[in-house]
């Protein structure tokens, strides 16, 4: 298994030997094709891909979100998505998967988030729609996960955003999103992580063009 970051050292080293960490900027074509090139050419083939790659960038007022802000979430979160789709594509064959990796915000406009963010999870979600329609007769499936409140470093970012909107401390801020979540916690990466598994598993095998929320029954609201 292939695991590219930003930093190939980031966090991977306690994964072992099974994993293959590969440095990759999403955003640079050419760097992308080269990390592709290298998957290829030691495992001849790619029969899952996985795009997690994403940034939460901007302002909860629209009018504050500056064009740096917009540039940045459409080309991590959109642009880097279509980068690894255009060069994992011509070395996947029947029974490949792909998994994009949205966000609650994709299926509803979120109080409190930034609309650069929003907008750029939903266009992952028309792309995975659009991919898995012109895909299927390949049957090369395509699914996007929507996660909600995830304990992450862009949780957070975003729960920092929450809180500067309604003046209130990151506790607070934290219990009411919890509030708002009729299981009524925020849930750990590995929570994300068992459904990617489950949509790239043959186990999924009928399943394409999905949106799966994983957010523990959170609305995604407007």
Known sequence: MVVADLDSSAGFAELGDAYHPQAC????????????????????????????????????????????????????????????????LPHMGNSSAIVNVASLAGLGAIEGIPACYTASKFAVVGLTKQLAQELAPRRIRCNALCPGSIHTQMHEQTLALVAQEHDVDLHTAQQMEDASIPMGFTAPPSTVGDAAVFLASPAAGYITGVTLPVAGGMAPGL
């Open 25 to 88: 900027d999403v955003t640079d074509s050419s760097a992308v094709a080269c990390m592709m090139q290298h998957v290829v050419d030691q495992f001849d083939r790619v029969d899952i891909l996985v795009n997690n790659a994403g940034v939460a960038r901007g302002a909860p007022d629209f009018l504050q979100n500056s064009a740096e802000d917009w540039a940045l979430s459409l080309d991590v979160n959109l642009m880097g998505t279509v980068n690894m789709c255009r060069a994992a």
